[in-house]
Structure formats: structure tokens, C-alpha cells
RNA sequence: GCCCCCGUAGCCCAACCGGCAGAGGCAGCCGCCUUAAAAGCGGCACAGUGUGGGUUCGAGCCCCACCGGGGGCACCA
């Protein structure tokens, strides 16, 4: 336990640092970790949020899936959000800051199977754990809003939402070629296929697989997710934007269409109709119902063994660029409705089924990939210009268009890369699709009063993955009878990606306990959008892009009147060591339970928070939690060293360390609008320092009232960061109970200025001379004294002064020869 | 191949609207304190901003090209 050399109440002017009881930093967290569950001090207030009597700040950071303990990656970021959200408290917003945890997915089903258990086992225990590490982090969240994803009460609305979409047709089924981990025994999303064409979850090679499944309709939305980036950009890091508008793919051109001789025309999407004269042949994807539609008979065995032979390339060996151009004739000819030339089709594989119309006009003239076919298939080249001349592109791609559009063959369109979203999985752990399949009626909603579809219960072997659901497996559960007939009908088997959950987890924050709606549309308006999201570059594209897709589609059911949810948003680097990022293989992990031992909970947040900017990777073994624990001993240490009662006038104070304390209060505020965290611990530093040589200075010394406007503006600067520490500095300093509802120091705008500043005084750019002038000094004033100084008069000898820029009262440059 | 971000002391990083390159820290060195050590305190040193041009009175900052690193997209027509 702390014991202070004199007690707050009771000062007793010793002035020495030395004797100094040690800060024990085990039975402060003890000390603290039981007075904050009474002061219960983060509660978010929806009646002050609704009265609009204060203004509202919704800080959101992800909220964890439940694998395991906390790891120095979630200690990262909540030390970081912590700084924002306690911050905005002290500004006077009423903070909304909630967590919970993203609790269905994978790893506890595969858990369930190894351990013959159901997976809520492994789920709620891990939960159970990550709360306790939570709680002893010392985070400033409020714990009364807490949820979980597999609870029946979340998925209840997860289901309803999804039933709400397909009334608006944003959720349909369809039959397509999906991705398919053959691992995790699922399809997959786009989004969740890296760009090596392995499963983002388990890095399993994914394959197609021609499958009915259940589709977001997130297409709909393309050109809106585009263009609120724009909007955006200011308040998001901006590698994620990119990574957005390079998902979503926007590229302008035009459908063209080609007559074939008893056949429906080719429809294809091209960005460069003005090269459509140099189209000499068209090309098909090979996998395409297009390609077999068109095949002569003489043709189709050839085209059959070609789709052999492509079938068996996996997809890491399609996605290769340099591979040899393949391809196979169809046997028909179009006409080329700009020249009509009679050009033949083809088939091949560097054309893509479900990219565009999965068709292309080929000009090999101008497009490399469609040189090298028709160099290797010996078809003709037709130049439309000289590639090394000038060449108005854009005049001639609208120039084409009109042309195209007047000869009824085509118009200018917009494609985008972007596709639905795959929803349906074929695994235990997820929100079951509130969907009744009948032999009479089809598919039928489950009535809402029927919702939540609970997950029957099945656990170890049962989950087992055998490519088709495990719910298939339930028969009980899946024979229900049909709502709409009462005929016999089964329900739908598959279960919801994970990430719908996720989509709008931070909407049931709001009213996580409102048994008859999804969420409360006037606590939305009152505290919606989100004003900060912090999370992981990994969400870049997934998560992040799903969640604005599920807003837009909210928005559209008059339910919010916002258009995008998260109105700014940082991602945080990775904690890495020594150069690589941590894993069991490298022996290379840092556990975060060890070092929280080691220096405790206020050593390991300041090291995170004051290693790099937020976005940087931060290197363990760049930093040291030692130093941090010194610093923050030496802040303690500060506040038992001040001797003047609490509310003393600070005015009487010395005044250097006042402007000190007043442009570090100032400058801070800035930097932590900015997100410069690592800036604010650097000028907390600085004014430690500044503190302790008052101090020590016996003309100063701890009784001085600037010193103790000093040191509570340190804890209240600290409380951001070490918030234990900082709670023992305010009460060393006499205050109660918390210094989490202590004011932000208020800046006196005249202790940020100086009596006198440094003007410099350049000759060519380059520093002759410095003067100590007034801060308001005139820039005539300036330069007249610039130029009476005797150094600058000796270099100006024999010189003409040809111009004299003044920026007063920095800086004065002489322009002379 | 296209797009985005970043290169500042040995290391992690500051630097406002273009205005004296250095705030903070790590590691290092030297002192003070101490019987000694630890803790604490004080001090020192280290770069001219990846390279080459340009704009400007003045460039780490703006523009162009290149080099290096990171990321996104990619046979996407």
C-alpha cells in the first residue's frame, strides 16, 4: 500500500524527495479496481443524451471475438481508445462508450468438436475472462450495455433484420460458382478470399463451388459507398478509403453489342470503346453458360476439353498474370457493328465469368493481354492510333459512346468490381436464417412474432464439418410446419456470416435490453452516428465496408436518418517484436498477462500509447514498460511533494511554470483532437519536468500554487493514459472521489503567450542574428530593429538591401547583393 | 501494371499556415547523491531530413522524377 510522506489533508511541508514511500502499483489497481465498480463513473446517460443538454460522443472500438485472454494487440487499442473517450468526458460531451464481445464463429465450434462440448462452453468462458482483463485495464467503457452476438436475445434481431432486408429485396438467394473453403467446410464471401486466392480465416486454398446460397444485396448500394468516401476521407486514415475504392472498382465505359448469326447478341463491358474499330475478335469466359450457348457442334468437344484442363488449374495458378494466354475457338462469328467485319469468338480463361458481362471485345492492338492471344492464336492486329502519338483519350472514348449509342448498339455505363455479399455458411455457430422452405410455398419468412430461430442443441461430434450444415443434422428442429400453409416444410439449415452480426452490433449498443425493436430510433438520433471508431486494418474492407452497406440499408427503412456510421475512423498499427510479428511458431509472443505483472496496467497503456502514432506498427523492442513505470513514479511522486491546500489561487503562482502548464493544457487539447497520442504523453513529459525543477528550486518549491495547478493538470492529463495512477495523484492532491469527473483545466489565453519571443534575423535564408522582442511588436518595428542590429549591419556591409520580408515576431529576412 | 501511405540522430519518434531542424523517450557516456549499490537528481554527445531537380526571399513541409519500405486492387476488359 501507498503511503504518502504527509497526508493531502494535512500538508506538512516536507520538501525532500527523499524518503519517498514506493508506489506500489499492485494495491493501487486493487484499491482503484474496487472504488471504480461503486463510482460506476462511464454510465452513458440516454435521458441527458435525448434532453440534447449536453452534446453527445459515441466513441466505438471493435469489440473482441472471445478466443482466449486479451493479447497485447486489444491492449493496444483500448489504451488508445480509452484516451478518446475519457478525454471527450472531460470536454463536457455525455459519452456513449460501450463494449461487448463478437461472440459467434469458428474457433469455438472447432474448440466444441476437440472437446466434445457445445461451443457456448468454450464462448462464454472466454468472455468471462477477456471481462476480467477488461475490468482490470482499467477502461472507461460502460459495462451496462454490454452484449454478446450468441445471445438468442441479439440474434433474435440479427434474423429480423435480415427479414427486413429481403422485404426490401437487399437479401435474395441465388445459384452461382462461390468460394469454398475446403478447411472450414463453408463458403465464403468475396471479402473473405485474400488476394492469393486462400481463405482469409485458416489460409486453406478456397475453390468454386456451383451452390445456392443467400445473398446481401450490397451492389445496390455501390455507387452511394463511393461516393461518401469523398465525405469521409477528412475524418478516415486514408489507406482505408483506398482500400474501399479499390473493392468497389468503379471503371466507366460502355455495353457494346455484337450481332451473331442465329444467336442472341454479345452484350461486353469495355473501358476503351474507342478502340471498338480494333476489335478483331471477341473472347468469352470459358466457364461462362455464354461460352456453351455458343459453341458450333464441331467446336463444342474442343470447348469441353478445354474446361477440363481449366478446371483442374487451381486458382492460385489463374490469378498468375504471367501465365501463357489458353483458349479454344467457338466455331461462330459477330459483327463488329463499327466496321462490320465478320470476327471470330473465342473462348478462354483470362476472361472472367462474373466480371462484367463475362465477355470482352478483344483489341489487341492496344490491350497486352489480348496482343498476346492473338499472337499466340495467329488472329489479326488492327491499329486504331499510333500509341506513341497525342491522343485525346477521353475526347474519344465520349466521342465513341455517341457514336454507339446513336448506332442502337450499345450505351456508356458505369460497371463496378464490387459483389453481393455471400451470407449463408455452412456451420453451426451463427445466426440461423430465419427462413421456411415449403414444397407449396416456397421460401416463407418465419413469422417475427416467431423470432429468435434458436440453434438447436448440438455439440462435439455433431458439428463435425461434413459440407452441408450441422443443423441439417437436427431433424426435430428442421421439420417445422409451413407458416403460411401448415404443410410440412424444413427449415433453412445454413447459418448467417458472422460479420452480419457484427454489421450493426453498434446500433443494439443503444438499447441493448429493448425486448421489442432492433434498436431505439430516438437514441439513435440522439446519439448516432458514431463520432470515433478505432479498429484493425484487417476490418478495412470487411467489416467496415458491411457495416456502412447495413446503415445505408437502415436509412432506406426510415429507421436512422444518417447515411454512414462512423463519422470518423483510425486503425491502429500492429504490436510486432523485434521486426516480426508475434507467433508461437517464432517463440516470439509477448504476453500481455506477464507484462501487466511485471510493471502493471498504467506502465504497459503508456508504453502503447507513447510508442508511436496510433496508426505505426509498434515494436516491443523498441520500447521499454520499465521507463514507462519510472515516469510514472516520478508523476506520483509529484503530487506528494505539493503542500498547498486544494482551491489555493493559482494566480499567485509562479508564473514561468503557469505558462508552461497552460500551453501544455492548450496544446495538448489540439493534439488529442488530432489523435497524436504519443505527442500528449511526450508534453506530459515535459511538464513533469518542468513541475519537478519548480520544485526543487527553493525559490519556487512545493508550497508554490503554480506547482499545484501543475501537478493536477499532469493527473488529469495521466488520467487519459495511467488512469490508477493518476486516481492516486488527485487524491494525494485532495480531491475525491475520482479524477475522471474532475474539469478540463481551463487555458488562461494570456499565460500562452510570452513577454518577449526570439525574432530571427536572416541575411539569404540563413540566421545572422537574433533579437528578443515584444510578441506584438509591429513588423515595421521589427525590421527597423532588425536592421540597427550591429550583427546584421557588419553583414549587410557593402550591400544593397534589395527586399526585407517580415513576419512578425518571428522572423525577419533580408534579401540584399 | 494501377492506386494510397511513409522515408528526420544508433533506435522509437516531434517539428503549427513553407520561417532558427529537435520536443519527449530508449540505448550510450559523464557527474551528483550513497560506505556501496539500487532508486533519484543533473549534464553531454549524436542527424541537416532517402536521392536528383524545380518553385520560393526562405523547403523536412509544395511540385516533378527516381530509390527504398508498407498497404490495397489486379488477366477486372
Given at each position: 500500500m501507498s503511503t504518502p510522506v504527509q497526508s493531502p489533508e494535512n500538508?506538512?511541508?516536507?520538501?525532500?524527495?527523499?524518503?519517498v514511500a514506493t508506489y506500489d502499483v499492485e494495491a493501487t489497481q486493487a484499491k482503484w479496481l474496487e472504488r471504480w465498480d461503486a463510482l460506476d463513473l462511464f454510465r452513458a446517460d440516454d435521458a441527458v443524451a435525448l434532453s440534447g443538454e449536453k452534446p453527445t460522443y459515441y466513441a466505438l472500438t471493435m469489440f473482441p471475438y472471445p478466443s482466449g485472454d486479451l493479447h497485447m494487440g486489444h491492449a493496444e487499442v483500448m489504451a488508445l481508445h480509452d484516451v478518446v473517450a475519457r478525454y471527450k468526458k472531460f470536454r463536457g460531451f455525455e459519452v456513449l462508450n460501450p463494449m461487448g464481445w463478437?461472440?459467434?464463429?469458428?474457433p469455438a465450434e472447432n474448440a466444441a468438436i476437440k472437446r466434445d462440448e457445445h461451443p457456448a462452453v468454450y464462448t462464454y468462458a472466454n468472455i468471462e475472462t477477456q471481462y476480467d482483463s477488461f475490468k482490470k485495464y482499467g477502461?472507461?467503457?460502460?459495462?451496462?450495455r454490454r452484449l454478446h452476438t450468441s445471445d438468442p436475445e441479439y440474434y433474435r434481431w440479427t434474423q429480423w433484420l435480415f427479414l427486413k432486408f429481403r422485404e426490401q429485396g437487399l437479401a435474395y438467394r441465388k445459384n452461382s460458382p462461390v468460394n469454398w473453403c475446403p478447411n472450414d467446410q463453408t463458403v465464403l464471401a468475396?471479402?473473405?478470399?485474400?488476394?492469393?486466392?486462400?481463405?482469409?480465416?485458416?489460409?486453406a486454398e478456397v475453390t468454386k463451388k456451383e451452390l445456392t446460397q443467400w445473398y446481401f444485396k450490397t451492389t445496390h448500394y455501390a455507387q452511394e459507398l463511393l461516393d461518401c468516401l469523398d465525405d469521409l476521407q477528412d475524418n478516415w486514415i486514408a489507406k482505408v478509403a483506398n482500400a474501399q475504392r479499390n473493392w468497389i472498382g468503379r471503371s466507366e465505359g460502355a455495353h457494346v453489342s455484337f450481332d451473331v448469326a442465329g444467336h442472341e447478341p454479345i452484350k461486353v463491358f469495355t473501358t476503351?470503346?474507342?478502340t471498338l474499330p480494333g476489335a478483331t475478335f471477341m473472347v468469352v469466359a470459358?466457364?461462362?453458360?455464354l461460352a456453351a450457348s455458343l459453341v458450333t457442334d464441331a467446336q463444342r468437344p474442343a470447348l469441353e476439353a478445354y474446361l477440363d484442363e481449366v478446371k483442374k488449374a487451381s486458382d492460385i495458378d489463374r490469378l498468375a498474370t504471367d501465365r501463357p494466354k489458353t483458349g479454344v475457338d467457338l466455331g461462330v462469328t459477330a459483327t463488329n457493328?463499327?466496321?462490320?467485319a465478320q470476327i471470330p469468338v473465342w473462348a478462354s480463361d483470362?476472361?472472367?465469368?462474373?466480371?462484367?458481362?463475362?465477355a470482352i471485345m478483344a483489341v489487341p492492338a492496344h490491350d497486352e493481354r489480348d496482343r498476346e492471344f492473338a499472337e499466340k492464336f495467329g488472329l489479326p492486329v488492327v491499329s486504331v492510333?499510333?500509341?506513341?502519338a497525342a491522343y485525346d483519350k477521353a475526347a474519344e472514348i465520349s466521342s465513341a459512346i455517341a457514336k454507339i449509342e446513336a448506332s442502337g448498339h450499345g450505351e456508356g455505363t458505369i460497371n463496378y468490381r464490387l459483389r453481393d455479399w455471400l451470407l449463408s455458411r455452412q456451420r453451426y455457430w451463427g445466426a440461423p436464417i430465419p427462413i421456411i422452405h415449403c414444397p407449396v410455398d416456397g421460401e416463407v419468412a418465419?413469422?417475427?412474432?416467431?423470432?429468435?430461430?434458436v440453434l438447436p442443441e448440438l455439440s462435439g461430434a455433431a458439428?463435425?464439418?461434413?459440407?452441408?450444415?450441422?443443423?441439417?443434422?437436427a431433424t426435430e428442429w428442421v421439420n417445422v410446419a409451413c407458416?403460411?400453409?401448415?404443410g410440412p416444410a424444413q427449415r433453412d439449415t445454413d447459418t448467417m456470416d458472422t460479420f452480419v452480426d457484427s454489421s450493426w452490433y453498434f446500433f443494439r449498443y443503444?438499447?441493448?435490453?429493448?425486448?421489442?425493436?432492433?434498436?431505439d430510433p430516438a437514441l439513435a438520433e440522439a446519439w448516432?452516428?458514431?463520432?470515433f471508431y478505432l479498429g484493425g486494418d484487417?476490418?478495412?474492407?470487411l467489416h467496415l465496408l458491411y457495416s456502412r452497406f447495413f446503415t445505408k440499408a437502415l436509412r432506406d427503412m426510415g429507421?436512422?436518418?444518417?447515411?454512414?456510421?462512423?463519422?470518423s475512423y483510425l486503425s491502429q498499427g500492429k504490436v510486432i517484436n523485434n521486426g516480426k510479428k508475434m507467433s508461437k511458431s517464432l517463440g516470439n509472443g509477448i504476453n500481455l498477462g506477464e507484462q501487466i505483472e511485471k510493471f502493471g496496467v498504467d506502465a504497459v497503456r503508456l508504453t502503447l500509447v507513447f510508442a508511436?502514432?496510433?496508426e505505426d506498427n509498434i515494436d516491443w523492442a523498441d520500447v521499454s514498460p520499465e521507463a514507462s513505470l519510472k515516469f510514472i513514479k516520478r508523476a506520483w511522486r509529484l503530487a506528494g511533494d505539493v503542500t498547498s491546500s486544494p482551491?489555493?489561487?493559482?494566480?499567485?503562482?509562479d508564473v514561468a511554470l503557469r505558462r508552461v502548464t497552460h500551453k501544455t493544457i492548450h496544446e495538448c487539447a489540439d493534439l488529442l483532437e488530432r489523435h497524436r497520442f504519443n505527442v500528449v504523453v511526450a508534453r506530459t513529459m515535459e511538464l513533469v519536468n518542468a513541475t519537478r525543477k519548480a520544485i526543487d528550486n527553493p525559490s519556487i518549491g512545493g508550497a508554490d500554487a503554480a506547482v499545484r495547478e501543475a501537478v493536477e493538470a499532469v493527473a488529469i492529463l495521466l488520467s487519459l493514459v495511467t488512469p490508477y495512477a493518476a486516481e492516486e495523484m488527485w487524491e494525494l492532491l485532495?480531491?475525491?472521489?475520482?479524477?475522471?469527473?474532475?474539469?478540463w483545466p481551463t487555458v488562461?489565453?494570456?499565460?500562452?503567450?510570452?513577454?518577449t519571443v526570439t525574432a530571427v534575423v536572416q541575411i539569404q535564408g540563413k540566421v545572422r542574428g537574433r533579437l528578443e522582442v515584444s510578441?506584438?511588436?509591429?513588423e515595421a518595428d521589427l525590421e527597423a530593429a532588425a536592421l540597427a542590429d550591429p550583427a546584421v549591419q557588419r553583414a549587410l556591409?557593402?550591400?544593397?538591401?534589395?527586399k526585407v520580408i517580415v513576419r512578425a515576431p518571428k522572423l525577419v529576412n533580408i534579401v540584399a547583393g
Open positions: 500538508p506538512s511541508g516536507h520538501e525532500s524527495t527523499q524518503d463478437d461472440s459467434f464463429g469458428l477502461l472507461a467503457f460502460d459495462w451496462n468475396n471479402e473473405q478470399v485474400l488476394g492469393d486466392g486462400t481463405c482469409e480465416r485458416c489460409g476503351r470503346p474507342d470459358a466457364d461462362a453458360k457493328p463499327l466496321t462490320g483470362y476472361v472472367l465469368a462474373d466480371y462484367g458481362t463475362g492510333y499510333d500509341e506513341d418465419v413469422p417475427e412474432d416467431q423470432l429468435p430461430v458439428l463435425k464439418p461434413k459440407g452441408t450444415s450441422p443443423l441439417g443434422g407458416p403460411t400453409c401448415g443503444l438499447s441493448p435490453n429493448d425486448d421489442t425493436q432492433a434498436f448516432g452516428p458514431v463520432d484487417e476490418h478495412a474492407v429507421l436512422i436518418t444518417w447515411d454512414e456510421p462512423f463519422s508511436s502514432p496510433p482551491g489555493i489561487d493559482p494566480a499567485s503562482g485532495g480531491h475525491a472521489p475520482s479524477v475522471a469527473q474532475a474539469a488562461d489565453e494570456a499565460l500562452l503567450v510570452d513577454d510578441p506584438s511588436i509591429s556591409e557593402g550591400k544593397t538591401v534589395r
